[in-house]
């Protein structure tokens, strides 16, 4: 995502938006200030596996 204007332009197009919405990113100190005051912060552990090159195979047939 483009910087903090482009964070503030979302965060007002999901304030006006009715339906709940999931915000997933990096911790910054932007998600703790006004853009999104009054949201939730749920942390959840994850975990990443980087393959190279040719790691995938489609299943034969």
Known sequence: MGG???????AEA???????AVVSGCADELYDTEPYTGWHRHILAASA???????WSAAAA
Do not use: K, M, Y
């Open 49 to 55: 596996i980087i393959a190279g090159p040719g790691s």
């Open 14 to 20: 999901l304030h006006a938006c009715r339906a709940r």
């Open 4 to 10: 903090p204007d482009a964070h503030r332009a979302l």
